[in-house]
């Protein structure tokens, strides 16, 4: 079992920038594939982006590549989401989810159905 926390959600300026936090408490923070993930009233959870077990091998939504980096730090059992250069339309709930390490390739790993935890979301707001 893995719980999630999300933390650094809020309220900010087209342009400006926010970064995201996930702590993980639970079993082995390592052994867990993690994403990021935004979901908007009415409409169903997509992808932003993903980091592999390594830290190194990453991948992104088009919307948001170039502007996002996901990062994790596995002795602090946590994974960020660095946003800059916000636009109204990233304005969404933000969840981070948690995948057993077999989950592979990034076909996959892009699916809201691979995760097998979650948390309970934090929300970002960018004005116009």
């Known amino acids: 079992q893995v719980q999630l926390l999300e933390s650094g959600g809020g309220l900010v300026q087209a342009g400006g920038s926010l970064r995201l936090s996930c702590a993980a408490s639970?079993?082995?923070?390592?052994?867990?594939?993690m994403g990021w993930f935004r979901q908007a009233p009415g409409k169903e959870r997509e992808f932003v982006a993903a980091?592999?077990?390594?830290?190194?091998?990453?991948r992104y939504a088009d919307s948001v590549k170039g502007r996002f980096t996901i990062s994790r730090d596995d002795a602090k059992n946590t994974v960020d989401l660095q946003m800059n250069s916000l636009k109204p339309e990233d304005t969404d709930v933000y969840c981070c989810?948690?995948?057993?390490?077999?989950?592979?390739?990034?076909?996959?790993?892009?699916?809201?159905?691979?995760?097998?935890?979650w948390g309970q979301g934090t929300q970002v707001t960018v004005s116009s």
């Open positions: 980091v592999a077990l390594s830290g190194i091998n990453t």
């Open positions: 639970g079993r082995t923070f390592s052994s867990y594939v």
């Open positions: 989810g948690a995948a057993d390490r077999s989950l592979t390739g990034w076909v996959r790993r892009r699916r809201v159905s691979e995760y097998d935890y």
